[in-house]
């Protein structure tokens, strides 16, 4: 998951005017994003009017690999979800290894 709520108030609004870069991510999010809204009833379409957007805007957003980051965290929260960032994970061996397992 990616997050934002740690980050400087600047690089957001930059963030809101520029497009995400194509990416596998993008796909996986866009994906969430519209099986949390099938689960409540909702269409991709649904979604992208809830979320004050045309409604071809996801679909459009999928077949470019391309989106607007703000609409993609205003469509997450139309069905309920956050977009925040995690650590990635290590390997467990080289976590045991470095002693850092329950860090």
Known sequence: MLGYKHLNPEILRKLAR???????LLLDLLNQ?????????MTAAAIAVRAGLAPE?????KARKSADFGAV?????VVGLQITL??????????VS????FD
Do not use: C, H, Y
């Open 18 to 24: 520029k497009p995400l870069i194509q990416s596998d």
């Open 33 to 41: 994003i519209t099986s949390a809204g099938k689960k409540q009833g």
């Open 57 to 61: 805007t996801l679909s459009r957003m």
């Open 73 to 77: 965290e205003r469509m997450a929260a």
């Open 86 to 95: 995690v650590p990635q994970q290590t390997n467990r061996a080289e976590r």
């Open 98 to 101: 470095s002693g850092s397992f």
